[in-house]
C-alpha cells in the first residue's frame, strides 16, 4: 500500500501530558500537510511542508504545537500539554511538486484528552 | 470566517437517480477545486476536482460544475449506488500545493 499513513489510530491521553503523531505521506511527494477536524467541521488547515522546510503555519497552531519534517520524508505532529479542546481527529496530507495539485489524506489520528 | 460553505447538510436520494451536491464560496482568488468524500473513522478520498480555468470535469460517474461569477460548485453523482452513502466535502485553494479551504460537509445517503 503506497498511501499515505498515520500512526497511532487512536489516542487516548490525560489533560497536560504530551502527545507525539507521525505521517508518512506517498514516497515520491514532496508536500505534506497537517489538518485537524472536529465534529460537524471540515478539516481545518494547521501546517504545511514543501520538503523539509515548513512553510506555512495556521493561526490555529498555538505555541503548544509543533511539527518537523527533518528529512524531508515523514513528519511528526506534537502537541504539548494537552487540553480537552485539542480532542480531534488529525489528519496528514500530501500532493506533489510536479504539478498534481491534488492532496491524499491518510486516515488519521484520533485524539482524545481526558 | 467560512469561505467555502456547504448549506445542505443531508440529502437523501433513491438509487439509481442524480445526487446533486451544491457548494459556494466567498474568495475569488480560489481557482482550485476538490469534491472528497468521508467515511466515519476515515480519512478524506479525492473524487474528482477541477481548475478555475474550465467548468466542467466528468470522471465516470461523478461530474464537477463550476460557475465563477456566481462562485458556486456542484457534484452531480449519476447513477447514485447505497456506497455512495458518506459525507462529501466540498474544498478550495488559492494557488497550487497550498493549504485547502472545506466545508461543512454534505451527508449523502442513497436508499434501495
Known amino acids: 500500500d503506497t498511501g499515505v499513513s498515520q500512526n497511532p489510530r487512536h489516542k487516548i491521553t490525560k489533560r497536560g501530558q504530551n502527545v507525539t503523531f507521525r505521517c508518512d505521506p506517498i514516497?515520491?511527494?514532496?508536500?505534506l500537510y497537517w489538518y485537524r477536524q472536529t465534529l460537524g467541521q471540515g478539516p481545518e488547515f494547521l501546517t504545511y511542508?514543501?520538503?523539509?522546510?515548513?512553510?506555512?503555519k495556521s493561526r490555529l497552531l498555538s505555541d503548544r504545537f509543533s511539527a518537523e519534517r527533518p528529512k524531508g520524508s515523514f513528519s511528526t505532529l506534537e502537541i504539548q500539554r494537552t487540553e480537552q479542546g485539542d480532542s480531534a481527529m488529525y489528519l496528514c496530507?500530501?500532493?506533489?511538486?510536479?504539478?498534481?495539485?491534488?492532496?491524499?489524506f491518510g486516515p488519521g489520528t484520533r485524539l482524545l484528552v481526558l | 470566517d467560512q469561505q467555502v460553505k456547504q448549506n445542505s447538510p443531508s440529502l437523501s436520494v433513491q438509487e439509481g437517480r442524480i445526487s446533486i451536491l451544491n457548494c459556494d464560496y466567498t474568495?475569488?482568488?480560489?481557482?482550485?477545486f476538490l469534491w472528497y468524500k468521508k467515511y466515519p473513522a476515515e480519512g478524506p478520498t479525492f473524487l474528482i476536482s477541477?481548475?478555475?480555468?474550465?467548468d466542467k470535469n466528468e470522471d465516470g460517474r461523478f461530474t464537477v460544475f463550476l460557475n465563477k461569477s456566481a462562485k458556486h460548485l456542484s457534484l452531480h453523482i449519476v447513477p447514485s449506488q447505497p456506497g455512495d452513502s458518506a459525507v462529501y466535502f466540498c474544498?478550495?485553494?488559492?494557488?497550487?500545493?497550498?493549504?485547502?479551504?472545506f466545508g461543512k460537509g454534505t451527508s449523502l445517503l442513497v436508499t434501495p
Open positions: 496530507a500530501s500532493s506533489s511538486l510536479a504539478g498534481e495539485e491534488t492532496q491524499y
Open positions: 514516497s515520491e511527494h514532496n508536500r
Open positions: 511542508f514543501q520538503n523539509e522546510a515548513q512553510l506555512e
Open positions: 474568495n475569488s482568488m480560489f481557482d482550485y
Open positions: 477541477i481548475s478555475s480555468i474550465k
Open positions: 474544498a478550495a485553494s488559492g494557488y497550487s500545493g497550498y493549504a485547502l479551504n
